[in-house]
């Protein structure tokens, strides 16, 4: 249970449960006026913060093949949904008379960077040959920086090598580390705390690599026996013709990893 799922919002569902109208053209985003219907205690610098990164997903969900599509389209809901809950916790957790501070010219550039990122990995022919560290890269920093708030403090390190695929899979690579990394940041679910993230790109010899995202704010078995939240990592993995594993970190903490194969 997240913690913005226990507040009295005397409108529930809290998070509206939005799905993808494929007779609009492959809609992925739900409207952010519908979703704050179910939120009336919502910031306004908030809502301005979250109307940037709702525009990533609104345009560009649908760009691609048709097989592709459905997945783009449930990605970019399910990713919504975690900015809606993670920038809620930045405003419940922010002092009342430093609200205005929660949308400060620094936080919008990160924001609208970020959606920038997203759309400029979908407007690539798919099958053209990409480098891949920076984008992912970008995305680790850019999230870390726009959503430590919601957690405390974040110790964010990242051991990235350079590799190259198809856009199609540089975009699921992405998109697979923006869902673990929000799942690690919506783990801390009760008081602000001191939290270590890893995200790593590796090789594997000449014919695989990894994307592994590392935290220690959930113990290994906790992770391991909850099951998958919400198969949007697991969807991208399928695409890099993998799946999602968890392995021990530090003792204290959970790694999400993907293996996948190159030259595919």
Same mark, same amino acid.
């Given at each position: 249970m997240y913690l913005t799922d226990t507040i009295d919002t005397r409108r529930p569902p809290f998070i509206p449960d939005v799905s993808v109208d494929p007779g609009n053209g492959g809609q992925a985003a739900p409207r952010f006026e519908y979703a704050c219907n179910f939120v009336p205690a919502i910031s306004k610098t908030t809502e301005r913060l979250l109307t940037v990164l709702f525009t990533a997903g609104e345009n560009h969900a649908g760009i691609g093949c048709d097989t592709l599509r459905p997945l783009w389209a449930t990605e970019?809901?399910?990713?919504?949904?975690?900015?809606?809950?993670?920038?809620?916790?930045?405003?419940? %957790?922010?002092?009342?008379? @430093?609200?205005?501070?929660? &949308? !400060?010219?620094?936080?919008? *550039?990160?924001?609208?960077?970020?959606? =920038?990122?997203?759309?400029?990995?979908?407007?690539?022919?798919?099958?053209?040959?990409?480098?891949?560290?920076?984008?992912?890269?970008?995305?680790?920093?850019?999230?870390?920086?726009?959503?430590?708030?919601?957690?405390?403090?974040?110790?964010?390190?990242?051991?990235?090598?350079?590799?190259?695929?198809?856009?199609?899979?540089?975009r699921a690579l992405v998109l697979a580390a923006t869902d673990l990394i929000m799942r690690s940041l919506l783990k801390v679910n009760e008081e602000p705390q001191q939290m270590q993230m890893v995200v790593a790109l590796?090789?594997?010899?000449? %014919?695989?690599?990894?994307? @592994?995202?590392?935290?220690? &704010? !959930?113990?290994?078995?906790? *992770?391991?026996?909850?099951?998958?939240? =919400?198969?949007?990592?697991?969807?991208m993995a399928s695409l890099l013709t993998s799946e999602v594993v968890y392995q021990p970190f530090n003792e204290r903490g959970v790694t999400a990893k993907i293996t996948f194969p190159l030259h595919v």
């Open positions: 970019a809901v399910g990713r919504n949904c975690n900015f809606l809950r993670l920038s809620l916790l930045r405003q419940l %957790r922010a002092k009342p008379e @430093a609200d205005d501070s929660l &949308a !400060t010219d620094k936080q919008f *550039a990160l924001a609208t960077r970020l959606a =920038d990122l997203y759309r400029q990995i979908a407007n690539v022919p798919e099958r053209r040959k990409v480098p891949c560290s920076q984008a992912l890269c970008s995305t680790a920093d850019y999230l870390v920086a726009l959503f430590e708030p919601s957690v405390g403090s974040i110790d964010l390190e990242t051991e990235i090598e350079p590799i190259v695929l198809p856009a199609f899979q540089r590796r090789t594997v010899g000449t %014919r695989h690599a990894y994307i @592994a995202v590392s935290d220690d &704010a !959930t113990p290994f078995h906790t *992770a391991s026996t909850a099951g998958r939240q =919400d198969g949007i990592a697991d969807d």
